[in-house]
């Protein structure tokens, strides 16, 4: 006769295992194949990938999915988006465990097989599972990601600077007709410019063919201890920002995100301007006239300043020098307490001797 199991019943070995087991190891430590399958009948264990089960209450995240991963085919390494998801970058989630393989076999229960060939550092562990590397993961998804995603894994990557443009290089000298690295080699000429997208391209092709120098693309600015913002485009000298808002519909977080850092950057001095995809596209003259005039009225506003405070130095020194002030004579006589004041320098009283002279005459 077949024991009756509790309601929330699962095999120990899950405890070791962040809540995953296998219908092998439930048989083993005393369910059924009966109960087993009636329990993944009525939702009561949930299949998360391949053979892993887990209690049907709990979500399967990536990190379980990983772990079910290595539980099912222990031989296989997480890679591409499903490795890109454990280290948090922002790829599309399919719902799939993509994993490298030593031996051709056909992907089932949400596995998604893969034959790549692999370094000795392009591994790690985590947990259960083994992942590439985020070196490699960064490798193998810039070139096998849709290229809308691929870019914006480029800018997230680059603007945190997460992406080593080393390993991005030896992966495409290393295996130069590899799938993927078409997308691999813009998003290397993309990191030596700062534009990584089409907008920002388009935006620096527009000041480089209006023959407008002097500017950076993708610069870090430090604004307070804790205030880090990347600028598209900087002008350093006369602290002007170019900011561009691509064609793609921007969420309402994005579009605080974006309110808050030009008042950040306002507040700390810079000027800030904004492009939209339209303005890029149909009114690229008007775009490089307008920087160009912003750039002339910053000029003039620097130069005016320069003069200001020049002038302001000159008036110090002179009111220093009359007041004796910093060790310069402060006249004849007694200063206070009594003790006797500084005297003017030799050439002061040479001065004041052929003046004496010239009078008396």
């Not at 120990?12 to 109960?35: D, H, K």
């Not at 950076?216 to 201890?225: F, K, S, V």
């Not at 920002?241 to 950057?265: K, S």
């Not at 004579?329 to 307490?337: H, I, L, M």
């Amino acid at each position: 006769m077949t024991s009756r199991l509790p309601r929330c019943w699962v095999p120990p070995v899950a405890a070791r295992q962040f809540g995953l087991f296998t219908p092998a190891q439930a048989l083993a430590a005393g369910a059924t194949s009966a109960q087993i399958r009636r329990r993944r009948g009525s939702g009561r264990w949930r299949t998360v990938v391949g053979d892993a089960l887990m209690d049907g209450g709990e979500a399967a995240e990536p990190w379980r999915r990983a772990q079910g991963a290595a539980l099912t085919w222990p031989d296989a390494i997480v890679c591409l988006a499903s490795a890109a998801l454990l280290y948090d970058l922002p790829v599309p989630d399919d719902g799939t465990v993509h994993v490298i393989v030593p031996n051709r076999r056909a992907s089932r229960g949400g596995l998604v097989s893969h034959r790549l060939a692999l370094g000795p550092r392009d591994v790690v562990g985590l947990g259960l599972a083994r992942v590439t590397s985020l070196d490699r993961t960064l490798v193998d998804c810039i070139g096998r990601l849709p290229k809308d995603a691929a870019e914006r894994l480029v800018t997230w990557a680059a603007t945190r600077e997460r992406i080593n443009r080393a390993a991005l290089a030896a992966a495409i000298d290393a295996r130069p007709g590899a799938w993927g690295n078409p997308q691999r080699r813009r998003a290397l000429k993309d990191l030596s410019t700062g534009a990584y997208n089409a907008a920002e391209r388009r935006l620096q092709s527009i000041l480089r063919q209006a023959g407008i120098a002097g500017w950076d693309g993708d610069q870090r600015l430090q604004l307070e201890p804790r205030v880090v913002i990347r600028a598209d485009v900087l002008f350093h000298r006369e602290r002007l920002v170019l900011e561009v808002d691509g064609f793609e519909a921007h969420g309402r977080r994005q579009f605080q995100a974006d309110r808050t850092r030009q008042n950040a950057l306002v507040a700390a001095g810079y000027t800030v301007l904004r492009f939209t995809w339209w303005d890029l596209v149909d009114r690229p003259a008007d775009v490089a006239r307008q920087v160009r005039t912003t750039l002339a009225r910053l000029a003039r506003a620097c130069l005016l300043v320069r003069i200001c405070s020049r002038n302001a130095r000159i008036s110090t020194i002179r009111r220093a020098r009359r007041r004796g002030v910093g060790g310069a004579w402060a006249g004849r006589g007694r200063g206070v307490g009594g003790a006797r004041e500084a005297q003017p320098p030799p050439r002061i009283c040479r001065m004041r001797s052929r003046r004496a002279a010239t009078s008396r005459s």
